[in-house]
């Protein structure tokens, strides 16, 4: 929406206080926030009377400043069960001398346990290394059991290096075994590096396939795949110029098998020919 829009911004006075927590996935259940009771991120809180609102940060912390009264605060959603309180909405006080309240929520997840791979990645130019990214999020609050992870690669690219260290790389295939569980919001991030042949064979654009299971004995809940829609036949080499031209592309241009040689810039190709060379 475009325009001019009007809004008023309440002075709360000096008789305000403010109320701050963290809202978070109880997983052992004992009412404190531990190294694996994940906060809940970016979930709005609703504070009545009022109809005030706040939102909660990456780590479930929360703060809001109000004028002096009594509230309850209740996070949105039903996918949430109150552990402590017990109870939601949550009732507070911010009264003077010490207008605060600290009011962190524990609370269980209602929401089936859902893991989703993420790939990601630059072109595959010929002659280069190509790198790719990929993760297995969780996106609800329960806890899961350890993790196992297969990246597939097109069998036209060689297998250089990874991150975290794989447990097995057999031929075109990538696997981590054992990784340890994602507990509520968490994410494991993945790093493959390949190499891309001089010459490839671009019949078909090379694929990537990252697929993951929560364990050794299920069969994989979900697989990844990119594919890019198209790959450069030939080989990168550094552009020799020949005569003057109007415009001055880029340095670089594709070789192809035929010997002719075509400038590029911006994914256009500008007319040359270039004699033959040899690879």
Not at 129 to 135: E, R
Not at 145 to 166: C, R
């Amino acid at each position: 929406m475009h325009g001019d829009h009007s809004f008023v911004i309440e002075d709360l006075g000096s008789a305000c206080g403010n109320v701050s927590g963290t809202l978070f996935i109880d997983h052992d259940q004992d009412c404190a926030q531990d190294a694996n009771d994940p906060g809940v991120p970016f979930r709005v809180l609703n504070i009545e009377p009022g109809s005030e609102l706040a939102i909660t940060s990456t780590h479930g912390e929360y703060s809001r400043n109000l004028p002096l009264g009594s509230y309850t605060l209740a996070p949105s959603g039903s996918d949430l069960y109150p552990l402590c309180p017990s109870s939601s909405p949550v009732p507070f006080d911010l009264t003077t001398p010490i207008p605060l309240a600290a009011l962190d929520m524990a609370d269980s997840s209602l929401s089936s346990l859902d893991l989703e791979t993420f790939i990601s990645a630059g072109p595959a130019r010929p002659g280069f290394v190509h790198q790719v990214q990929g993760q297995v999020r969780n996106t609800g609050g329960q806890l899961s059991s350890s993790v196992d992870a297969t990246f597939t690669f097109d069998p036209s690219l060689s297998f250089i290096g990874a991150a975290p260290t794989p447990t097995s790389v057999v031929g075109n295939v990538v696997t981590w075994s054992g990784l340890p569980g994602l507990v509520g919001f968490d994410m494991l991030d993945f790093s493959v590096v390949l190499q891309v042949p001089p010459i490839p064979d671009c019949s078909e654009p090379p694929s990537r396939t990252f697929s993951k299971r929560r364990n050794r004995s299920q069969k994989p809940m979900q697989a990844t795949t990119w594919q890019p829609e198209r790959c450069d036949h030939g080989q990168l080499r550094p552009q020799r110029q020949v005569g003057s031209h109007e415009q001055r592309p880029k340095r670089f241009a594709v070789l192809h098998r035929s010997g002719r040689m075509d400038r590029l810039r911006s994914g256009s190709r500008i007319r040359e020919q270039i004699r033959p060379s040899r690879l």
